[in-house]
């Protein structure tokens, strides 16, 4: 949806009719009561019928006036001198309208006025309402102005969200466009190691794949996906994995309750599992446990993916490669500093990924739970 460029200015007369209605109402109330004090009184209707008169030329005729002046005259730092000129035949166009309605027909509306002849009543009315009507066409004017100003900003303020947005948008549907084939590419070439050597179990993995693939397609317009459905996707590549590593890999996944309906980004466990194996379990000579654990502290998420180290011992920065960093990235995008990636060397020498994110509505907090999955 396109949003306005200006400000509504049929909104802005109907908020001054608001005010020229009070001001119509205070003034009858004073004028009834000052001429009442000179000993001059007069009827409230004729009270009334003289400020609807006065304050209505105003609010009907002459700030509709004003505000086209200003809709047609933005201020612009380099058209000083036409905004000044053109304000200022507005000023003595609203000047003369008024008195000349005034002129016309004030006799007819005001007590205690001596009708004359149009010349001398047009200059006794000129003198009498000109300065009150250059001043209410400044007042009305600088309304006009400030109300445009601050629409102005907040339409800025709204653009920029919006490319930010925007931006955003792009960056992350970038950082998923490179997980699928670095996913795609690092299983393919598992499969092509069996494919000699076990085709039966090469077979299955290209099956897994294929379901991976449809699960992954579902979710592609979407940077984050539920935790159930982060764990089922991960589930059908752990049996990807077990099949390329057999009795080598040892996965335990322990999951809090209540925490399944939270969200995640897009393929966020399968990216920190990869991580894991790949630095971990594919680095040793014989098996090795991953262990995925997901439970939720104060107010956020936390999800610990600890792996048995390799023989040898890996610089941190060999471990992140594109997955983690990748995951860094989106997270700084999705959830500021409220998500977080932490990596450790535990003192038994297994390696530990940390990940918060800040908690939804609705999802459970405790540090208790019970493994929900074993292989």
């Known amino acids: 949806m396109r949003r306005s460029e200006g400000p509504n200015w049929l909104r802005v007369w109907s908020g001054l009719l608001i005010l020229?209605?009070?001001?119509?109402?205070?003034?009858?109330?004073?004028?009834?009561?000052?001429?009442?004090?000179?000993?001059?009184?007069?009827?409230?209707?004729?009270?009334?019928?003289?400020?609807?008169?006065?304050?209505?030329?105003?609010?009907?005729?002459?700030?509709?006036?004003?505000?086209?002046?200003?809709?047609?005259?933005?201020?612009?730092?380099?058209?000083?001198?036409?905004?000044?000129?053109?304000?200022?035949?507005?000023?003595?166009?609203?000047?003369?309208?008024?008195?000349?309605?005034?002129?016309?027909?004030?006799?007819?509306?005001?007590?205690?006025?001596r009708p004359l002849p149009f010349a001398p009543q047009f200059q006794k009315v000129f003198f009498s309402e000109a300065e009150p009507d250059i001043q209410i066409y400044l007042v009305v004017a600088v309304i006009?102005?400030?109300v445009a100003y601050f629409t102005e900003i907040r339409s800025q303020e709204w653009r920029a969200a919006q490319l930010e947005t925007n931006l955003v948008r792009a960056e992350l549907q970038v950082l998923k466009m490179q997980l699928q084939p670095h996913?795609?590419?690092?299983?393919?070439?598992?499969?092509?190691?069996?494919?000699?050597?076990?085709?039966?179990?090469?077979?299955?993995?290209?099956?897994?794949?294929?379901?991976?693939?449809?699960?992954?397609?579902?979710?592609?317009d979407?940077?984050?996906?539920?935790?159930?459905?982060?764990?089922?996707?991960?589930?059908?590549?752990?049996?990807?994995?077990?099949?390329?590593?057999?009795?080598?890999?040892?996965?335990?996944?322990?999951?809090?309750?209540?925490?399944?309906?939270?969200?995640?980004?897009?393929?966020?466990?399968?990216?920190?599992?990869?991580?894991?194996?790949k630095h971990g379990i594919a680095r040793r000579p014989g098996s090795g446990r991953v262990v995925i654990d997901v439970c939720t502290q104060a107010d956020d998420v936390c999800i610990f993916v600890v792996n048995d180290g390799g023989t040898s011992r890996v610089p941190e920065h060999d471990r992140l490669g594109i997955g983690l960093e990748n995951i860094r990235s989106r997270l700084r995008m999705l959830y500021g500093f409220r998500g977080r990636l932490v990596t450790a060397e535990l003192s038994d020498g297994r390696f530990q990924v940390e990940v918060r994110l800040p908690c939804q509505a609705g999802v459970l907090t405790g540090l208790d739970h019970e493994p929900v999955t074993a292989a």
């Open 20 to 113: 020229w209605t009070i001001f119509a109402a205070l003034g009858s109330w004073f004028n009834h009561g000052f001429e009442l004090t000179r000993g001059r009184p007069i009827t409230w209707v004729q009270s009334i019928r003289m400020n609807v008169f006065g304050y209505g030329i105003w609010a009907v005729i002459l700030t509709p006036l004003v505000l086209l002046c200003c809709a047609r005259l933005p201020l612009a730092k380099k058209q000083w001198t036409k905004l000044v000129g053109a304000h200022l035949l507005a000023i003595a166009a609203t000047v003369w309208i008024d008195v000349l309605i005034k002129t016309q027909w004030g006799a007819n509306v005001f007590p205690n006025i």
């Open 144 to 146: 006009g102005y400030v």
């Open 183 to 220: 996913f795609l590419f690092n299983t393919l070439h598992s499969v092509a190691a069996l494919v000699d050597t076990d085709p039966r179990a090469a077979k299955k993995m290209i099956c897994s794949l294929g379901d991976l693939l449809r699960m992954s397609l579902a979710s592609e």
């Open 222 to 277: 979407s940077p984050e996906a539920s935790l159930r459905q982060e764990l089922s996707f991960l589930e059908r590549y752990l049996d990807i994995q077990r099949v390329r590593f057999q009795d080598r890999l040892i996965t335990e996944i322990r999951v809090a309750d209540g925490v399944l309906d939270a969200k995640a980004p897009y393929l966020l466990l399968q990216q920190l599992v990869e991580n894991a194996i």
